[in-house]
């Protein structure tokens, strides 16, 4: 009579200890690395605000050579869109594709004389507060 040849099986699994250690050492790393890149958020936002004033600065420049003027604090930045209804002969717009609302979804100021460049204009976001002022994170940005 033969005998029937014992199969081995073998299990391989994970023990309850290593899943916990390997999750103990991904929450470590997790909490050193994160805080690195929550700024980082921040400082887009304020960068893209940034390329935005510069963009609408240049287009309010182009503005001023067609026109001969910069827009009124009654028209503001929306001339850059549409014609004003006065001088509309000598508007060669649109001077910008649309106008966007800043990093954090408020429209950018304008005001007309600057109160920082009386000569010409001042243009500016309000920053993540949403109001005028603030320091830090919330502090404007401007063409100052």
């Known amino acids: 009579m033969k005998s029937i040849p014992r199969i ?3 299990t391989a699994a994970f023990t309850l200890i290593e899943i916990m250690v390997v999750v103990i050492v991904l929450a470590v790393l997790a909490a050193t ?3 690195q ?3 980082t958020t921040t400082d887009a936002k304020i960068s893209a605000s940034k390329a935005h004033i510069a963009e609408l ?8 050579v067609h026109m001969d003027r910069y827009p009124t604090a009654s028209e503001g930045l929306q ?11 000598k508007w060669r717009g649109p001077y910008v594709k649309q106008l966007r609302p800043d ?10 004389p600057g109160t920082r460049h ?6 500016w976001s309000r920053g993540a ?4 002022g603030g320091e830090g994170a919330a502090a404007d940005v401007g063409n100052w």
Do not use: C, M
């Open 8 to 10: 081995h099986r073998t």
């Open 33 to 35: 690395i994160i805080p």
């Open 37 to 39: 890149f929550v700024g």
């Open 57 to 64: 600065e240049s287009a309010l420049e182009r503005y001023y």
């Open 79 to 89: 001339v850059l869109v549409e014609a004003p209804a006065t001088d509309a002969d």
């Open 103 to 112: 990093p954090w979804r408020n429209p950018y100021q304008y005001k007309r």
């Open 118 to 123: 009386p000569g010409s204009f001042d243009l």
């Open 129 to 132: 507060d949403g109001a005028d």
